[in-house]
Every structure is written in structure tokens, then in C-alpha cells.
């Protein structure tokens, strides 16, 4: 039987005892701090591993809804591939990248929609809510299209256009707002505290980060049942980087590895809140969150605390980038390998470029980039001929 736990004091609760986040862990929450309380999934893992078969896996045994909720709408299973031209361009030798921007919306996203849709199916809800900066908007209104639900979206004014016309003709009931994400997630906690349906906000609801734990459960399948040395992934809230640590702990677990691939934060300069709370110990809001990388541009990240844990866990490390370095990385991996990735993944690739004399990482060492978007879904921070 499916639990959840309150990843602050640990308490256990029946999935149907509790919604969101731990009861008594979330009276210290406020808008304006990152989310407190929030639940992790526990699995049987001895049920996993006595069920789970190498020869003919069956890899809903590791989801947190039964597949008959699952919406009519594929996704996930993206590609994986080494990279052999920009590796040797940058000077690591055994480079690959899962591209998630391949996704049907176009970002990893359509992952945490797709489970959320399936919970709502579970519990009879119709209406489905949430906040975010575009990729999990559009990825929401996408998968309630194909499944008849309605999206109630709250996202910044400012979200790229791409990703607001998408929100619009995937038939989502669209709520701009005036301010930033930060605000947009405030106001979607106030909209399903009044009304009915279900929030779907990031970390808050704990099925956002098993959905996004597929992408994790992926590379482990695809790269041959082996654990990569390091994984890349851009973070703003930080919950797909808890979604790819919780799938490599699920594994660990069940007993089919035996360690997690170091984990790579990676922020943009001016969206840090992350980094430096890795850093030095003390969680501080970014003050102004303003980066080209819109996806991954959050003042108050929810899932800080969860973040932090999953780097340190898996013994990896943060590091931040510049927007012009960004921009650039975006360039590069587009003319060298043929993907366009959006600005918040193509920060991946800057990291790999500042970090690639520094002891942190081996230049033999599989290392795998995320890329969780599409660049086609912002299309104005491209700098043409820069
Ligand atoms: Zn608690």
C-alpha cells in the first residue's frame, strides 16, 4: 500500500489521509519561503524487487498511480544518445544527452501533468490547477486536453509567447498575472483553498516529483540497466532534480544499483537561491531572479530543501551561469549536435563549459545533460549572429 512521508519529520501517511503537504510541517509555511512539509512516495520495495524483472521489466511497479488512471496521451520514453562531436569539442569523452525537450508540449514537464491527470482521474477531480513560468502550464493544459479536464493556469505575463499560445489552444483557462512566478504560485494556493479542484503546483503536490522521476527511471533503462557517473540538470524550484534523485534512490532501494550518479545543480547567476544555499548552509530568497532562462527563474524555490538533500545525497554539486554564457551554450550545442534546447537547458551546456578544467568532474566520465525544453517555446532569447 502506496505512503506518503513528511520529508521534515518524517511522519508516515495513508495517500488518502493527507493531499499535499504535512499537515504539521505546513503551518510553519507562508507564501514567500520555500514550501515546508513537503511528502515523498514510499514504495514496498520488497515487492518491487521481488516483482521487478531485468528480462521483461515492468516499470509501473515504480509509479505512485495505477496505470488503469494513466490519461490517453504518450510520454516520456524521449531519446538518449552519446554525443561524440561537442564532447570532443569540449573535451569529454564519453558525453550524452536525454532530450526531454521531445516531449509532446515540448519540456519534461508533460511527465508530472501526465501523473497529476491520473491521480485527478483516481480521486473523480475535473479540474486541475496550477502555477508555474510556462513549461508545466503548457504541459498541464496539453495533458487535461487530451483527457477532458479542465486547466486553470496562473502564469507571469512576461512567460514567453510560445508558451502562452500554447496554453490557449490546448483550451486552458489562462490567469496572467502581474508579477512574477513566485506571485502566479501564491495565487493558485489561494484559488484551490477557495474552489475546488486539484492544485498541481510544483513539490507542493508530491506526485510533481514522481512524475518527474520517469525521466530518471528512463536513463537508467535506456543506458543499459547502468548508472551514469553524473547527470546535469538545470533547476529553478528544484523538483526535477528530486525527481531524478528519487528515481535512482527507488533502484538503490530495490537493489538493482548500488549508487546514485552524482547530481550537477545548475542555476542561472541571478536566479541562485538553490546554489547558495548548497553553499554555504543558509537558505536566502534571490533577491532578482531576472534570467534569460525563464524556466528556471524563481526567487523562492519550493522544493529547496529537497533539492538540497538530493545533491548532497548523491555527493554532487551546484553551479552557476551567466546568461551570455548561456546564450552561447545554446549556440554551440544547436550548430554541434542538431538540438535546440531553451535557454534554462542549454545551461547545462554552459556548465559543462566552465567546469571542464576543474577537478570536479573527470573528462572520462559518463555525464549526461537534461535537457528538459524545446527551444522553439522562446524563440525571442535567441540572439541571432551573436
Ligand atoms: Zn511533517
Known sequence: MLKYRCTICGKEFKRDDVKYLCPDCS????????????????????????KFDKSNPDWNLFSAVEPRFYPDYPVGNTPF?????????IGFENLWLKNDGLNPSGSLKDRASFLMVAEANRIKENVVVTASTGNAASALAAVCAADKKKAVIFVPESAPKAKLVQMY????????????????FRLSLEYTEKNSGLNRNTAYHPLTIEGKKTAGLEIFKQNNFKVPDVILIPVGDGVIISGVHKAFYNLKKTGLIEKIPRLVCVQAEKSNAIHNYIQTGIYKNADNPDTIADSISVSVPSNA????????????FSVTVSDEEILKAQKKLASKTGIFAEPSSS??????????????LNNKEQIVLLITGNGLKDIESVKINS
Do not use: Q
Open 27 to 50: 503551518k510553519e509555511y507562508k507564501p514567500g519561503i520555500p514550501l515546508k512539509g513537503v511528502l515523498e512516495v514510499l514504495f514496498d520495495y520488497e515487492y518491487i524487487k521481488k
Open 81 to 89: 544518445f552519446r554525443i561524440d562531436n561537442f564532447g570532443e569539442e
Open 169 to 184: 489552444l490546448y483550451g486552458a483557462e489562462v490567469i496572467k498575472v502581474k508579477g512574477t512566478y513566485d506571485d502566479a
Open 305 to 316: 530543501y529537497l533539492a538540497k538533500r538530493a545533491v548532497e545525497e548523491s555527493k554532487g
Open 347 to 360: 545551461a547545462t551546456v554552459a556548465a559543462l563549459e566552465k567546469l571542464k578544467n576543474s577537478e570536479l
